[in-house]
C-alpha cells in the first residue's frame, strides 16, 4: 500500500509499556503472562495467583471464550434478521470478560455495561435474557439479585457509582464481597466515573474498576481522550491501578484476583486497565470503516485473545480433536438456546410496562395504570365494532 | 414426511430507526440451498453496509428485489422453501423488533397486494389515526412547487418520475427539469457521497427510486456517461486445477492501459539514488510539529512535492501526446496521479490540481486518496484525467524498477525504499538514509535533456530541500 505509518487508534500504545517511546504516555509496565503466539510468559507476582490454574480450568476458559463469541456472532444475526433492534458486539473482548468473570465470588455483585454480555453469561444469566431488553420486550432482561449482576447500564460510566454505593453498603454489612464496575476507555472521561472514584478512595470501598480500554469509543480513539495510560488516571483519586494485557486471559484473572483479594481485606479500590480491541463495530448500528484504518483491525487480529489460548493448550498437548468437538457442541447448544428463546420470547401485554415501576403499590401508578387501561379499551370498541 | 413450506424474509430495520435500505447484490439465487445465518445480501442503509445472514435454512424459492432496489423496511425481499419439520423457529410472524413501531410494516399477506381502505389503528401517540397510504412511516416530505405538485396523494408506486403536462411545447423537458428539484434533490447519504467522489452534480439526475429517490446505480449510470449497461453478472466456472476468472472491472482496464501505453509510447527509464537524510529529518521535524498534528506524513508526501516542484520547472514532462488531433498538449496544471494497490488490483487515482496544494493539503489529499482506494471505493472520476505519476514501489521494501505510463501522462517516478546504506558523506564513509528514484518518459515528447533535468531537480529536493529556494 501506499504508505507504511500506522492507523491514529493508538495502536503504539499496545506494546508491552517498557518498549513504548511515547512522551505523552507514562504508565507502568503493561502485564502479559501469554504471548499472541501462545507462550506463557513468566512474572515474579502476577504467576503467584494463577498457580492453582489447572489444565482443566484452561480448556474451560476456551470453551467460556469460544461460547462467548458465539452468542455474539448469533445475536448480531439476529438482529440482521429484525428479530433484535439493536446489538453491541463484544468480538475481540473476550478475554477480559472471561479473565475477570471467572474470578468473581458469587456473592461478588457486577455493574457491567451494555457490552459486557461475556461476564453476563459467567454470572450465570441465561442466554435469553441478554437479548431480552434489545429485543423490546422488557426495560431489562434479568432480575439483578438472583444472578449478583445489575442490568446492563446504557449511560456511559453511571454504573461506576452505582458500584462505589453498593461497595460502601458492603462496608456498613461488615461483608468481605466486592463490588465490580465494568466500563470503557470512554467511561473514563465522564463525570460519573471520577465521581466514583473520588468516593471509592474516600472511603477504601470494596470496589474494582474494570476499565476495558477497547481503544474506541464510538469513533473517538483513545489517544484523543487521554495524554496518560488510563490507568495512570488512577492515581490522581490515589487509587493503586494495573495494566494488562486485556486479551490475555491470565494476566486478566491475575490482575483481577490481586484486586479482588486488596478490597475482601480491607485495602481499598484497585483500577485496572485491561488493553484490549473492539474489533466489530460500536453496535449494528455502526460502520467502523468509515473511522478506522483496516491495517489496524488486521495488527489487532493478531493478537486475538481465543487463537493465542488455543495455541497455549495445543503448546501444553491439551487441544485434542474431543476438545474442540465438546467446544463447538456447547458453542452450538448456547446459540441454538440464544436463536429458539429470543424469537419464541412471549410478547409482554401493554399493561407490563407498569410492572417493577416501584416494590410497592403506588397510587399514582395506578392512576396511570387506570388511563392506560381505559385507553386500550377505546379500541377494542371500534376495531370490533362495539363488541365489547 | 416432511412437508415443504414458504417463510418470507422481510427487510428488518437495520440499524436504529431506518425506514428503508438499498440491495446491493445477492449472494445466493433462487434455487440455492442456504443454511441458517449464511449471507445472503449485502445491504446498504443510510448508516452502514451491511451482510444479511438468512434466517431460516432451505432453499431460496423467490428473490423479490433486484439489486439497485430501494426497499422499504417490512417487505419481503426473499422467500425461501423450508423444511417444515427442520424449519428453525422465526416464525411467519413480522419480525416483532418492529412490531411496537408506529409505521412498522402491515401484515405483507401473500402475494396478494392488499391496501384496500385506509384501516383505524391503535398507535401510541394518538387515537387511532388513519393508517397513511403505503405504509410508510411519515417522513419529510419535500415540497414541491405547486405546478409541479402531482394532483392526488403520491401515487402508489410510482418508478418513473412525475411527468408533468408543461406549458408550451418542445424544450419543456429542461424547464420541467429544473422546476422538479426545488431543494436538495432527495438521495441517501452514501449515495450523496458516491456522487461526489464521481464529481457526479444530482441536480442533473432523475431518480429512479421511489418518489424520485436518487439511487446508486442512477449515479453511476450517470457517471459512466450513458455507458454500457451493468455488466452481466455470472458466476465464474467452476475450477479444478486451475481457476478461471472473467476479465473484467479494474484487471480489464489496467490490462488494456498497460498494453496501450507500452507499446505506443517509447519508454525510457532512468535511475537516480539520492541521499535522503535531510528530507527524513525534515520529516520527522514536520510530524512533531503542531501544524501538521493529526495529518499523516510519509516520504511519499515529501517525494510528491519535489515531483509537483520539479515539474514547474520542467513542464514538458507534464504533457500529453494527443496522437489523433496530431497536437502536443502541455497541462498547466498537474493532476498528480498515485499508483495504488487495492482489493480490486492495481488503480492509479490522482489528486487534482495538486500544484496549487500546499504540503498541508496534499498530506490530507494523498491520505484520502489512499484510504477511498485501500477501501475499494475509487471512482472512475478519480481515476481519469491525471497528468503525471508516481508509484510507490518503496514499500513493499523494491529500489528500482522500471514503470510504465499511465496512459495520457508522459512521465512516471517510482519510489525506492528508503534505507540505511553506506554512503560517501563529506567526503567519508557514513550510513545514511538512501533511496533510489525510477523515471519512465515517453521519448516522443520528452528528451533526454528535459527527463534528466527534471530526475536531478528532484533528486536535490529530496537530498537537500533548501534547494527548493532556488527552484521557486
Excluded at chain 1, 349 to 362: G, I, M, Q, T, W
Excluded at chain 2, 338 to 343: D, F, G, L, N, R
Excluded at chain 2, 420 to 449: T, Y
Aim: with cysteine.
Amino acid at each position: 500500500m501506499l504508505t507504511d505509518e500506522a492507523g491514529r487508534g493508538a495502536n503504539q500504545a499496545t506494546e508491552p509499556a517498557n518498549n513504548v517511546q511515547n512522551p505523552r504516555r507514562t504508565g507502568g509496565d503493561l502485564v502479559q503472562l501469554l504471548s499472541p503466539s501462545g507462550e506463557r510468559i513468566s512474572h515474579p507476582e502476577f504467576d503467584l495467583w494463577i498457580s492453582d490454574v489447572s489444565d482443566e480450568q484452561l480448556c474451560s476458559f476456551y470453551e467460556d471464550m469460544v461460547v462467548i463469541r458465539r452468542i455474539d456472532a448469533e445475536a448480531t444475526a439476529l438482529q440482521r434478521q429484525g428479530e433484535l433492534a439493536l446489538w453491541p458486539p463484544l468480538l475481540g473482548q473476550e478475554a477480559t470478560q472471561i479473565g475477570s468473570g471467572r474470578a468473581l465470588r458469587s456473592d461478588d455483585f457486577v455493574f457491567p455495561t451494555y457490552r459486557d454480555n461475556g461476564v453476563a453469561y459467567c454470572r450465570g444469566v441465561p442466554v435469553p435474557d441478554l437479548v431480552r431488553a434489545w429485543r423490546g420486550n422488557a426495560l431489562f432482561g434479568w432480575d439483578p439479585y438472583r444472578y449478583n449482576i445489575a442490568t446492563q447500564q446504557i449511560m456511559i460510566g453511571s454504573q461506576s457509582l452505582h458500584a462505589t454505593g453498593y461497595a460502601m453498603g458492603i462496608q456498613d454489612d461488615g461483608a468481605d464481597s466486592v463490588a465490580v464496575a465494568f466500563f470503557g476507555d470512554g467511561a473514563t472521561s465522564e463525570g460519573d466515573v471520577n465521581e466514583a472514584m473520588v468516593f471509592a478512595a474516600s472511603f477504601q470501598a470494596p470496589v474494582v474498576f474494570i476499565c476495558q480500554n477497547n481503544h474506541w469509543a464510538i469513533s473517538e480513539p483513545v489517544l484523543l481522550q487521554s495524554h496518560v495510560q488510563l490507568a495512570d488516571r488512577a492515581s490522581g483519586f490515589g487509587i493503586p491501578s494495573m495494566r494488562v494485557d486485556g486479551n490475555d486471559v491470565l494476566a486478566v484473572l491475575s490482575a483481577t484476583r490481586i484486586a479482588l483479594d486488596r478490597a475482601r481485606k480491607g485495602g481499598g479500590p484497585t483500577f485496572i486497565e485491561a488493553l484490549t480491541y473492539r474489533m466489530g463495530p460500536h453496535t449494528t448500528a455502526d460502520d467502523p470503516t468509515r473511522y478506522r484504518d483496516p491495517n489496524e483491525l488486521e495488527d489487532w487480529a493478531a493478537k486475538d485473545p481465543i487463537a493465542r489460548l488455543r495455541a497455549l493448550l495445543d503448546r501444553k498437548g491439551l487441544l485434542s480433536d474431543e476438545l474442540e468437538a465438546r467446544v463447538k457442541a456447547r458453542a452450538d447448544a448456547v446459540a441454538a438456546e440464544l436463536r429458539n428463546g429470543c424469537i419464541n420470547m412471549p410478547e409482554p401485554a401493554p399493561l407490563d410496562v407498569f410492572k417493577h415501576v416501584y416494590s410497592e403499590e403506588n397510587s399514582w401508578i395506578e392512576r396511570q395504570k387506570d388511563h392506560y387501561t381505559r385507553y386500550l379499551e377505546s379500541f377494542s370498541g371500534s376495531a370490533q365494532e362495539g363488541a365489547h | 414426511m416432511s412437508r415443504a413450506m414458504i417463510k418470507e424474509f422481510r427487510l428488518p430495520d437495520l440499524g436504529e430507526g431506518l425506514t428503508e435500505s438499498e440491495i446491493l447484490s445477492w449472494k445466493v439465487a433462487v434455487g440455492d440451498t442456504v443454511e441458517l445465518n449464511q449471507v445472503i445480501a449485502e445491504v446498504e442503509t443510510a448508516k452502514a453496509v451491511v451482510e444479511l445472514p438468512s434466517p431460516f435454512a432451505g432453499t431460496v424459492a423467490a428473490l423479490h428485489e433486484q439489486p439497485g432496489s430501494v426497499v422499504e423496511v417490512g417487505k419481503p425481499i426473499v422467500s425461501f422453501e423450508v423444511d417444515d419439520a427442520g424449519a428453525a423457529p422465526s416464525a411467519g410472524d413480522a419480525p416483532s423488533a418492529d412490531a411496537g413501531k408506529p409505521g412498522a410494516g402491515k401484515p405483507a399477506g401473500g402475494a396478494a397486494a392488499e391496501p384496500a381502505a385506509p384501516k383505524r389503528e391503535a398507535t401510541l401517540v394518538g387515537y387511532g389515526a388513519a393508517v397513511e397510504q403505503g405504509g410508510r412511516p411519515v417522513r419529510r416530505q419535500r415540497t414541491l412547487p405547486a405546478a409541479v405538485q402531482p394532483s392526488a396523494a403520491r401515487p402508489a408506486d410510482t418508478t418513473a418520475p412525475p411527468v408533468v403536462a408543461a406549458p408550451g411545447a418542445g424544450s419543456a423537458a429542461a424547464v420541467v427539469q429544473s422546476e422538479r428539484q426545488p431543494e436538495r434533490p432527495r438521495s441517501t447519504p452514501p449515495v450523496r457521497k458516491l456522487a461526489r467522489d464521481l464529481g457526479v452534480d444530482l441536480a442533473q439526475l432523475n431518480g429512479t427510486g421511489e418518489g424520485g429517490l436518487i439511487t446508486r446505480e442512477d449515479v453511476q449510470h450517470f457517471a459512466e456517461g450513458a455507458g454500457a449497461p451493468a455488466a452481466a453478472q455470472e458466476a465464474p466456472a467452476a475450477a479444478g486445477r486451475e481457476t478461471r476468472t472473467p476479465i473484467k472491472g479494474v484487471r480489464k482496464y489496467t490490462a488494456a492501459a498497460m498494453v496501450q501505453s507500452a507499446f505506443t509510447a517509447p519508454h525510457v527509464t532512468e535511475f537516480l539514488t539520492v541521499d535522503v537524510t535531510a528530507a527524513m529529518e525534515l520529516l520527522g521535524r514536520l510530524k512533531a510539529s503542531r501544524a501538521f498534528q493529526g495529518y499523516k506524513l510519509t516520504p511519499l508526501t515529501l517525494a510528491a512535492k519535489a515531483v509537483l516542484i520539479a515539474l514547474k520547472r520542467n513542464p514538458t514532462l507534464n504533457s500529453r501526446w494527443d496522437d489523433a488531433a496530431q497536437e502536443i498538449v502541455q497541462f498547466n496544471y498537474v493532476n498528480l496521479g498515485i499508483a495504488a494497490a487495492t482489493p480490486r488490483g492495481l488503480t492509479v487515482p490522482n489528486i487534482k490540481d495538486a500544484d496549487g496544494m500546499g504540503l498541508l493539503e496534499l498530506s490530507a489529499a494523498l491520505t484520502e486518496l489512499t484510504e477511498t482506494a485501500r477501501a475499494g471505493k475509487t471512482t472512475p472520476a478519480d481515476l481519469a484525467g491525471g497528468t503525471i505519476s508516481i508509484t510507490n514501489i518503496g514499500v513493499f521494501g523494491i529500489d528500482a524498477g522500471t514503470p510504465i505510463l499511465n496512459p495520457g501522462e508522459a512521465a512516471i517516478v517510482a519510489l525506492g525504499a528508503v534505507r540505511k546504506a553506506p554512503w560517501v558523506h563529506n567526503d567519508e564513509l557514513a550510513v545514511r538514509q538512501v533511496m533510489s528514484l525510477s523515471l519512465s518518459f515517453d521519448h516522443r515528447l520528452v528528451d533526454g535533456e528535459q527527463g534528466s533535468r527534471f530526475l536531478a531537480d528532484v533528486g536535490a529536493i529530496l537530498s537537500d530541500p533548501g534547494m527548493v529556494l532556488t527552484m521557486v
